[in-house]
């Protein structure tokens, strides 16, 4: 068996490739299904490894193999993915997005770098363990249809059959230094809503002669708060928002019609069914009593995600036994969602996360913000623990 010290030792001293690697996924951020030059990166640090059995998947993702003794043995897959968001980095660093209005605001480079480091410990260690780890970058997590659904599709969970699949992902609340898992259900579903509510604008000062539409629409917004407050059941978590409204009129001036974008997010599939139903049948019904029209787009997302209890529970064991009893957390249902999903309606399969906070040097900012920046002492940590589960659970 391969100590958990000959792993830290590697990691450590690749540490400052993992680092400069980050940073450079940093500074190049492409958008989801646009990750033409990361995918190209990726091809060049895995040959620098002396991997050399990858292919390309789903047009921007890549797919790697990592061959032990007894190849056939068993198959566990890594996953990490590349696509950055589209957002104005705020920060002020050596590493700062190079590429106006795209940043790496969800930590993919983090998860990049991380598991190219994973990959070059594991490398350095194939003559050391029976089985294969299979490496998937993955494109496109952050826009549907989702990247993993579409690697999926095109087999990357075959040729050879993967067993199990780990997802690590950055945890801006936890400090780094420390991990978390959560057994079971532990991420939700994600439905995006496209509103649009018709009515007949006019002067704001005779709105007798007019179909306010701003008006339906905030009763809309308000009356659809009961679909989760009392149709849903308080044991199931449900949430419903909405983030974008769009009324173009002026300070008197009804516009025709007004346009809004929300979420509903669960974690329950059959309830998931029913209030998309009831949601479309409330606004539509709203609008027409009101004498406007309501067009209610929904376009049905990611699955919510389950953590496979036994394996989740044997991951944390590993993580235990890497980074002690005390940097090891037990994690709360968390209402955001990931398309690392679609690979856990499809076999065991272990998400968790990574602590990347520092309170000290004042790198505290959330995911999906202009100012979210990691301590990169996690990238040690990332990349040795996922090469450390990986090696374990080949023998499990």
């Not at 209890?309 to 991951?315: D, F």
Request: aromatic fraction near 8%.
């Amino acid at each position: 068996m391969i100590a958990s010290e000959k792993i830290k030792q590697i990691a450590k001293g690749i540490h400052s490739t993992i680092i400069a690697n980050r940073r450079h996924l940093h500074q190049h951020p492409e958008l989801s299904f646009h990750e033409f030059e990361t995918q190209k990166f990726v091809e060049q640090q895995l040959k620098s490894i002396g991997i050399t059995d990858f292919e390309r998947v789903a047009n921007t993702g890549i797919v790697a193999l990592i061959k032990g003794k007894n190849p056939t043995k068993k198959v566990v897959a890594l996953r990490g993915d590349m696509d950055a968001l589209p957002i104005t980095e705020e920060n002020k660093t050596d590493y700062t997005s190079q590429n106006i209005g795209v940043m790496h605001a969800c930590g993919h480079d983090v998860h990049t770098s991380s598991l190219l480091g994973a990959a070059a410990i594991l490398f350095q260690l194939k003559e050391e363990f029976e089985g294969t780890i299979k490496l998937i970058f993955q494109p496109g997590e952050e826009k549907l249809p989702g990247g993993a659904s579409l690697m999926i599709k095109e087999n990357v969970l075959k040729n050879p059959t993967v067993n199990n699949i780990f997802g690590q992902h950055v945890m801006p609340f936890l400090p780094v230094g420390k991990v978390g898992f959560r057994p079971g259900l532990y991420m939700a579903s994600t439905d995006e809503l496209y509103v649009k509510v018709i009515g007949k604008g006019g002067h704001g000062a005779m709105p007798h002669l007019n179909i306010d539409p701003v008006l339906i629409s905030a009763h809309i917004i308000t009356s659809l708060q009961q679909i989760v407050s009392r149709n849903a059941n308080p044991i199931i978590p449900s949430v419903l928002s909405f983030g974008k409204v769009i009324a173009n009129g002026a300070t008197n001036v009804i516009p025709n019609e007004v346009y809004m974008e929300g979420t509903f997010r669960t974690l329950d599939e059959k309830w998931r069914a029913e209030a998309h139903t009831k949601m479309k049948r409330m606004a539509e019904m709203i609008a027409e009593s009101m004498g406007g029209i309501c067009e209610f787009e929904i376009r049905k997302g990611y699955p919510f995600l389950k953590n496979d209890s036994a394996l989740t529970e044997r991951a944390k064991n590993y993580a235990v036994e890497y980074l002690g009893k005390e940097n090891v957390v037990d994690l709360d249902i968390w209402m955001a969602a990931e398309d690392f999903s679609y690979f856990s309606q499809e076999l065991p399969a272990c998400f968790y996360r990574l602590g990347t906070r520092n309170e000290e040097r004042g790198i505290t900012s959330s995911v999906h913000t202009p100012t979210f920046d990691i301590d990169e002492n996690a990238l040690e940590i990332g990349a040795g623990l996922m090469a450390w589960i990986a090696v374990n659970e080949l023998t499990s």
